[in-house]
């Protein structure tokens, strides 16, 4: 009776993800869809998908600063809870300061006010370890800690934790929300952020046995394979909310690894594989970030546990990859 009593629950839930063609939005879409029926999951995006992609389907174009238009969808579909992935990342909003702003602050107001205007029930919104900087612990960066950002996209994820606790607190939103470190995929490409070295690197790998990274070959960044951090993002919207103590964001963490340990790593499974370095703007950005992350508060709150570390994580996509 009472797993009767989920399932109906489940199948009456309505998502919305906002940002859907990106590279964290294309494979949590498969992924919720999987669970929750493909109907019950509306995709959507700016711009139309690249043909093909027939899994985005059902498929909306929408704004994710756009109120209006966002809640004639939430109404024509009865959403009931709303990912909102859109966001212009690390090293695209620093060449577009204003617009990453307008896009990243307008986007997460626009639906934080539906919630409150009881338009949705629940909300899942991305942070980012970009909102810690130069001044915060490198090791074991804590929950909470300096948070002084440098870059625009840090100073956009920084000021909508803000805006995500204080409408959980004056107004009651259940809205949640993960720190993502460097989330590493084999099916999407890389989307404008500091980490990205992490996945052309295996491309590269296999097409042509070699790779020029544009970070030093010490620098070391807190990473998580993909299929960990779509299990984590649906695992805390899951959670019971009484389970959920933290209405910023929570920390978010699986491994860490140099572009050196990367590339040894690849080196077991490509023996000829060869990289260089030559570093360039986006070094500042990944020198001011931190080097691994405790992230124990998401582990007891609601029971967060990562499956891959470097060593699988490589092995399974380089057999994609050559796969594909």
Known sequence: MIRCKIELYIMKECILILGACGQIGTELTQKLRSIYGNDAVIASDIRAPASGISELAPFEILDASNKEAILKVVQKHQVTQVYLLAAMLSVTAEKYPEKAWNLN?????????LAKEKHIQKIYWPSSIAVFGPTTPKINTRQKTIMEPSTVYGISKLAGEFWCNYYHQQY???????????????????????TDYAIDIYFKAVKDRKYECFLSKDTRLPMMYMEDAVNATIALMQADKSSIKIRS???????????EEISEEIKKHLPDFEISY????????????PQSIDDSEARIDWNWQHEFNLKTMTKDILNHIQKK
């Open 105 to 113: 602050m307008n986007s997460i107001l626009a639906v934080l006010d």
């Open 249 to 259: 964001s929570y920390n978010l963490a699986a491994f860490d690894f140099t572009p």
């Open 172 to 194: 009651g939103v259940d809205v949640r929300s993960l720190r993502y470190p460097g989330v590493i995929s084999w099916k999407t490409k890389p989307g404008g952020g500091t």
């Open 278 to 289: 030559q570093p360039d703007f986006r070094q500042k950005i990944a020198d001011s970030w």
